[in-house]
């Protein structure tokens, strides 16, 4: 299963299929991507409800930059230009998911110390940022809600919107930075970065997880050489 692999397989094996989008502007090679992942897609543990509603704003993103890309290409409107666009953004954001949303932060910051022998400092860092990036959320939700309480509302004008947007966003940004300040002395109390770590889960590169990075790299090329056998490859700065 995916889902059980080394956090850096699967990003690994993520990063290789978005090379090969980003080196591609035709749309063979973005179907053929598209279609790789959504066959691994059960292997991954993601639920197809919770798969498409993250979807739908990434479906909803490419429709639009398809459409005016295409409206607006070099030598007047091509549908062409605009399907492969919009077929390349999805494919993009399709794959990040599938790599993203399996991954709990916990193991690719052990897989970041153990294995790609990051900083322990660095990494349990950007962990602890992320595990307070929900907090922000439920920061701003409440901030929204104390202020429609006191009848705080731009109405129909767009410069009290802006004026009122500003303010929660100092507001919320002051609310961060006291946060992180917090976390960060904890942390340095803690005495994270002072010396030699040990690990309550050891992490390594196992055999099925080399193979589903090698996986990756074979599917990127495999989708390059179809589109080039059928004549439909386009280099990016061809």
């Known amino acids: 299963m995916i889902v059980r692999a080394n956090p850096l397989a699967r990003i690994g094996a993520a990063l290789a299929l978005m ?47 398809g459409l005016s890309n295409g409206l607006v290409a070099a030598g007047g409107p091509s549908a062409d230009i605009g399907l492969a666009l919009g077929l390349r953004v999805f494919a993009v954001g399709l794959t990040g998911l599938l790599a993203v949303l399996p991954t ?33 959320a439920d920061d701003w939700r409440t901030l929204g809600l104390a202020r429609r309480a006191r009848g705080l509302d731009a109405g129909r004008s767009p410069r009290r919107w802006l004026l009122l ?36 889960r050891p992490v390594v590169m196992r055999p099925a997880d080399w193979g589903l990075l090698f996986a990756g790299i074979a599917a990127a090329g495999s989708a390059l050489a179809i589109s080039l056998a059928l004549g439909q490859w386009r280099f990016l700065l061809g």
């Not at 690719?108 to 349990?124: K, N, T």
């Open 19 to 65: 090379a090969a989008l980003f080196v591609s502007l035709d749309a063979v090679t973005a179907i053929l991507i598209i279609a790789l992942d959504l066959a691994i897609a059960p292997l991954t543990g993601i639920r197809a409800r919770r798969l498409a509603i993250r979807a739908a704003p990434l479906l909803a993103v490419a429709a639009v930059i």
């Open 104 to 136: 709990d932060p916990t193991d690719l910051a052990d897989a970041l110390i153990q294995d790609m022998r990051v900083s322990p400092r660095l990494a349990l860092s950007t962990l602890a940022s992320l595990r307070l990036a929900p907090l922000v």
């Open 165 to 200: 947007f500003g303010s929660a966003l100092v507001t919320l940004l002051t609310s961060a930075i006291r946060r992180a300040t917090r976390l960060a002395t904890a942390m340095d109390a803690r005495g994270l970065g002072s010396g030699p770590r040990s690990f309550a």
